[in-house]
């Protein structure tokens, strides 16, 4: 069996979501490639000089790389590490990009599309990832508790998120006109719809500058400006550590309007 196969096998077995296993393949499918020997071979150096040559193009792209790498030299090779260097680049410190609520709220009104409408309208109400939004099934919209229910998000973990009447309503509306099938989202000819027409929708409506994580961002900064608690925030979020669910009281305008200059 070759390295890919393996990797792909180790990966599943500590649970890996599917989207993490399609991007270390890659990067370790460059590898394998690039060294050109059998895996007995390989050695230390090989991996130090090929991370040394690599040329990144990005802080995340170099995240990945590493990752992905460190992963087939420690899980899959079984060697020590402390012979190579697979330390991490600084973190860019970027904040989120929010859209304007009453922005928002004006373009989703004019929007005729059921269900371009109902995806961008429960997106934006609790502040959904992408992936969220494209696996959510028909069942797990829980009317009687009013609570959406997102299951094996990022991270492997399940949450409950609130759902609103005004998108319970619009949700209703959409599926008697669409009638989808498991997914409340069917794709035009797949089972689901998909992450890129999300985001091409986003730009339809929204404007071509938009991405759909933006309202994922929105949300929450809206959120915290209407004064809901932080950890509130957090839970809706996902988001396992407080410290990131924090970087939203830096991009609200509502704070830094409150806040009194010296002149």
Same mark, same amino acid.
């Given at each position: 069996?070759?390295?890919?196969?393996?990797?792909?096998?180790?990966?599943?077995?500590?649970?890996?979501?599917?989207?993490?296993?399609?991007?270390?393949?890659?990067?370790?499918?460059?590898?394998?490639?690039?060294?050109?020997?059998?895996?007995?071979?390989?050695?230390?150096?090989?991996?130090?000089?090929?991370?040394?040559?690599?040329?990144?193009?990005?802080?995340?792209?170099?995240?990945?790389?590493?990752?992905?790498?460190?992963?087939?030299?420690?899980?899959?090779?079984?060697?020590?590490?402390?012979?190579?260097?697979?330390?991490?680049?600084?973190?860019?410190?970027?904040?989120?990009?929010?859209?304007?609520?009453?922005?928002?709220?004006? @373009?989703? =009104?004019?929007?005729? %599309?059921? +269900?371009? #409408?109902? &995806?961008? *309208?429960?997106?934006?109400?609790?502040?959904? @990832?992408? =992936?969220?939004?494209? %696996?959510? +099934?028909? #069942?797990? &919209?829980? *009317?009687?508790?009013?609570?959406?229910?997102?299951?094996?998000?990022?991270?492997?973990?399940?949450?409950?998120?609130?759902?609103?009447?005004?998108?319970?309503?619009?949700?209703?509306?959409?599926?008697?006109?669409?009638?989808?099938?498991?997914?409340?989202?069917?794709?035009?000819?797949?089972?689901?719809?998909?992450?890129?027409?999300?985001?091409?929708?986003?730009?339809?409506?929204?404007?071509?500058?938009?991405?759909?994580?933006?309202?994922?961002?929105?949300?929450?900064?809206?959120?915290?400006?209407?004064?809901?608690?932080?950890?509130?925030?957090?839970?809706?979020?996902?988001?396992?550590?407080?410290?990131?669910?924090?970087?939203?009281?830096?991009?609200?305008?509502?704070?830094?309007?409150?806040?009194?200059?010296?002149?």
């Amino acid at each position: 069996m070759n390295l890919y196969k393996i990797a792909e096998q180790k990966m599943y077995y500590f649970n890996y979501s599917e989207n993490t296993i399609k991007i270390y393949l890659h990067y370790i499918d460059e590898f394998v490639k690039s060294i050109n020997k059998h895996h007995s071979r390989i050695t230390s150096k090989d991996f130090s000089d090929y991370l040394k040559d690599y040329n990144f193009t990005s802080v995340s792209k170099q995240n990945q790389v590493i990752n992905a790498i460190k992963f087939l030299y420690k899980k899959v090779l079984n060697k020590k590490y402390d012979k190579i260097d697979f330390s991490r680049p600084r973190k860019e410190k970027k904040l989120p990009k929010v859209i304007d609520n009453d922005f928002i709220i004006s @373009r989703l =009104s004019k929007i005729k %599309n059921i +269900k371009h #409408k109902a &995806i961008l *309208s429960l997106t934006y109400s609790v502040g959904l @990832r992408v =992936s969220e939004v494209i %696996n959510l +099934k028909i #069942k797990d &919209i829980d *009317s009687k508790r009013m609570i959406i229910n997102i299951n094996q998000a990022k991270g492997r973990k399940d949450r409950i998120v609130p759902l609103s009447e005004n998108i319970l309503k619009l949700l209703r509306l959409y599926f008697l006109e669409v009638k989808p099938n498991e997914y409340l989202f069917n794709g035009q000819f797949s089972s689901k719809y998909s992450s890129g027409s999300c985001n091409k929708i986003v730009k339809k409506y929204l404007g071509k500058q938009y991405h759909i994580h933006q309202l994922r961002h929105s949300c929450f900064t809206y959120l915290l400006e209407c004064g809901v608690d932080l950890r509130v925030i957090q839970t809706i979020a996902g988001h396992s550590s407080s410290k990131t669910t924090e970087i939203y009281t830096h991009v609200s305008k509502k704070l830094l309007n409150k806040v009194v200059l010296p002149i």
